[in-house]
């Protein structure tokens, strides 16, 4: 039994959408992008945390000094 001409049509999109939806890398590419923004994300919170500790052992000696002032 041989197919129609229609059904080969058909078959022969729906391979050929297989075979483009397998070379997309588009998805990857989000993905992939959203882990570098993520781990940049991450570095910038702990630098930030970082740099407020300081910052509030900084602010915390500039008050000693002005209540021992006084």
Do not use: H
Not at 41 to 56: D, F, M, Y
């Amino acid at each position: 039994m041989t197919r129609s001409e229609p059904d080969q049509l058909i078959g022969s999109i729906r391979r050929c959408k297989a075979a483009q939806f397998l070379r997309d890398e588009t998805a990857a590419t989000a993905v992939e992008t959203a882990f570098i923004l993520a781990v940049i994300l991450l570095a910038a919170i702990g630098a930030i945390s970082g740099l407020g500790l300081k910052n509030r052992d900084i602010w915390a000696n500039v008050a000693s000094a002005i209540q021992k002032a006084m």
